[in-house]
């Protein structure tokens, strides 16, 4: 049973970043949570060569609805070139937390 909420994933350069970020998307009711993941290894293809280094990640919260808006306000708080913004539906859920994301979040 696909639902009308999902997960967002969103790397960044450290923590305080990342809070920052956080606290801005949910105080726009944006998101209903954010879980901050520290101490990432991320091993990617930047500049014609493979990089190494360290990040965190934002494991956001929200409605699909609400992706558009979620995503152009990421964009502007956010300090890399391309930040990554990948959201995954959620098929299934706690019930009263799915109910709780939705009053949450604003439409």
Not at 78 to 101: C, Q, R, T
């Amino acid at each position: 049973m696909l639902t009308e909420y999902c997960v967002v994933f969103c790397t960044c350069p450290d923590a305080a970043v990342a809070e920052n970020i956080a606290q801005q998307l949910t105080e726009s009711r944006l998101v209903a949570c954010t879980n901050i993941v520290p101490h990432l290894k991320s091993i990617y293809f930047w500049e014609s060569k493979v990089t190494e280094g360290t990040e965190v990640l934002m494991v956001m919260k929200t409605k699909q609805k609400k992706l558009v808006d979620l995503e152009k306000a990421l964009l502007k708080l956010h300090p890399y070139k391309f930040p990554e913004f990948i959201a995954m539906p959620i098929m299934y859920g706690n019930s009263d937390y799915l109910k709780w994301v939705e009053e949450v979040v604003q439409d």
